[in-house]
């Protein structure tokens, strides 16, 4: 290690973000000159964009809206240090040659200057800094060098651009722990007579999604695992991580939700939905035919009790559980002394592993961001809320 550098991850710049978070984040660059400053992914919510096409204007007007940042991250690549980014499954559009090109424009800097944009994750010593996401079904790639399009994005990814972005309902965006009974409360609460209508376009997505999944997407997940394979050893080369321990990487990576149907039925609690409409209709149909609708409301209510006993939220804290085994996989895969990730907008410090938390949504006081020196000791560090 001779250049100390900075980790930060999921500062989420979108149209509905706050100004202070840009603000902030140019403080942060601003305080560190001569630092590298690694952008580890989400840092713009492209997934905004209702269409694929639409990326490179919505990150346009992104970069328009926070002109410190802009003004910051220009000022520190022309003075010489280096500005990395590495695209997170919010922003996944950045590996795309027209979107990156698009921020060095925006930034106006020399077409030599050091700013670089790595796909999946880039190393710095012993150091592995990546997003994460691959290691969280409902948001990984089929593979992280391949681009994806609308028909093959991860399963979260494709509710924020169909459902979140659609309707409006930016409430739910960062909501990923949100069971279907606390989803409709809160909707209900929020939105009022809008609520039916949101929860109707919400099941018309969540429908297309479950048909889309699995078996329809077959031809372009073949095609995008061909086309991530051929790129692997131009990217053991750049990373200096060997291409058969790529490969042990991702072999070892959670299969994608959208990949199978039923994981994704399952994800979007439809047999539950389904058991209650189960329960509720037998119930009403008591008086008709006691004996049959008896039976069937005792399965139905069995099935939802089960189902909920056994795992009350699907999704709940098992991002974190999940990216904190793939950090020890990379330690054991890679010989990396630590490991540091984003994504699941929870700080954690353990042992050879540091997530960033979320830039954007700090749980406690202050932005949470990773510092590392000279000497390649990393530190969670923060900095004050503008």
């Not at 997003?131 to 609308?150: C, F, K, R, S, T």
């Not at 202050?366 to 530190?379: I, L, N, Q, T």
């Amino acid at each position: 290690m001779t250049r100390p550098f900075v980790v930060v991850s999921d500062m989420h710049l979108g149209a509905e973000t706050s100004a202070r978070v840009g603000r902030d984040l140019a403080r942060l660059v601003d305080a560190h000159p001569g630092h590298e400053i690694i952008l580890a992914g989400d840092a713009f919510d492209l997934s905004y964009a209702l269409r694929h096409d639409a990326q490179a204007a919505l990150l346009s007007s992104l970069l328009e809206r926070t002109p410190e940042l802009v003004a910051a991250l220009h000022r520190h690549v022309a003075s010489g240090a280096t500005l990395t980014v590495l695209p997170g499954n919010h922003d996944a559009a950045l590996g795309d040659e027209d979107v990156a090109g698009l921020l060095r424009e925006r930034l106006d800097v020399a077409s030599d200057a050091p700013v670089s944009v790595s796909p999946w994750f880039v190393r710095r010593g012993d150091l592995h800094i990546e997003h994460g996401h691959v290691y969280d079904p409902d948001n990984a790639p089929v593979h992280p060098l391949a681009e994806w399009n609308e028909k093959s994005e991860p399963l979260g990814i494709a509710l924020t651009r169909r459902f979140v972005a659609a309707t409006g309902a930016s409430d739910f965006s960062h909501a990923q722990d949100a069971t279907p009974v606390r989803a409709l409360s809160r909707a209900f609460r929020l939105y009022g007579l809008r609520a039916p209508g949101m929860i109707a376009s919400y099941f018309k997505t969540a429908i297309e999604l479950c048909l889309e999944a699995g078996p329809s997407l077959s031809s372009r997940a073949s095609e995008e695992l061909s086309i991530g394979s051929a790129r692997l050893q131009d990217f053991a080369d750049r990373s200096g991580v060997p291409g058969v321990t790529l490969s042990t990487l991702l072999a070892g990576a959670p299969r994608p939700t959208h990949l199978s149907r039923r994981d994704t039925f399952l994800r979007l609690y439809f047999d539950r939905v389904f058991a209650s409409l189960v329960l509720a209709g037998s119930l009403t149909a008591i008086p008709r035919r006691p004996a049959a609708s008896s039976i069937m409301a005792l399965a139905s209510f069995a099935y939802l009790a089960g189902s909920v006993l056994r795992s009350h939220d699907r999704y709940g804290d098992l991002p974190n559980e999940r990216l904190r085994l793939g950090a020890s996989r990379v330690r054991a895969a890679t010989g990396a002394r630590v490991v540091v990730f984003g994504h699941t907008h929870h700080v954690m410090v353990d042992d050879g592993y540091f997530n960033t938390g979320s830039f954007a949504f700090p749980r406690d006081l202050g932005r949470p961001y990773v510092h590392v020196d000279e000497h390649g000791a990393p530190e969670l560090r923060r900095i004050p809320a503008g």
